[in-house]
Structures are given as structure tokens and as C-alpha cells.
């Protein structure tokens, strides 16, 4: 069922007469006849203008959306680069301080112990 909105339906020419419909509320009304005695033509060709000036103005859009689409493309790939960088990265970083961690405990581990040993000798008497 339709609302209360009007539609209009597209022109019907017979001979050098036009017929506009005109539906509301699921009823359709008396046709109205186009007073300009061209049979709509002028309409026509005008609403034809229009919309080859829309189609024109989309295919420029859609030339500007490819463009910005390459441009996210190529600016997500190096960020997807940047971040499996950074991962090594951080993985050879945390290697080496492993390593450092193990090597410094194998050294002085020993002399760790002499050392609070001594600092609390001093500090006891």
C-alpha cells in the first residue's frame, strides 16, 4: 500500500498529446494533460540533459574513489610492513636482553651473594 506521498509516473504520449499520472494514497487520479503542445518533448530532452550530466559527474567520482582506494591500498601495505618490522625487531631485542640476562647471572651470581653478605656485616655491627 502507498503512503500519503505522491508519485508521479513517467509521461505517456499519444500523438502530439502528453498524459501525466499522478498516484496517491494507491489510487490513481484523473490524467492531466501537458499544456505546451510539444508532447513533452522539451521535458524530455531536458531530463535526458540532466542526466547525462549526472552520469558524467559520477564517472568523475568514480575516477577520484579508484585514485583514494590506491592511495589506502599502498599506505595500508606500508604500514603492514612497518608493524611485521617492528615484530623482528622486538623479538631480536628481547633475545639479546634474554641473552644478557643469563650471561649476567651466570657471572656474578657468585659475587652477588659475597656482596650482600658484606653489606650486611656492616651494617649489623
Known amino acids: 500500500m502507498l503512503s500519503d506521498s505522491t508519485i508521479s ?5 499519444q500523438g502530439s498529446i502528453s498524459f501525466y499520472m499522478t498516484a496517491k494514497s494507491g489510487r490513481i487520479y484523473e490524467p492531466e494533460q501537458s499544456q505546451s ?4 518533448r522539451l521535458d524530455l ?21 579508484k585514485t583514494d ?24 631485542t628481547a633475545a639479546v ?16 651473594s659475597k656482596i650482600i653478605e658484606a653489606i650486611n656485616n656492616l651494617v649489623l655491627q
Request: glycine share 8%; hydrophobic share 40%.
Open 45 to 65: 530532452e531536458a531530463r535526458i540533459a540532466r542526466l547525462e550530466s549526472d552520469v558524467e559527474y559520477i564517472k568523475r567520482d568514480i575516477g577520484e574513489i
Open 97 to 112: 636482553v634474554s641473552a644478557v640476562f643469563v650471561f649476567c647471572a651466570y657471572v656474578f651470581g657468585s659475587y652477588v
Open 37 to 40: 503542445g510539444d508532447g513533452g
Open 9 to 13: 509516473l513517467p509521461p505517456y504520449q
Open 69 to 92: 582506494v590506491k592511495s589506502v591500498d599502498s599506505r595500508l601495505s606500508r604500514i603492514e610492513t612497518g608493524i611485521t618490522s617492528m615484530k623482528t625487531t622486538l623479538k631480536a
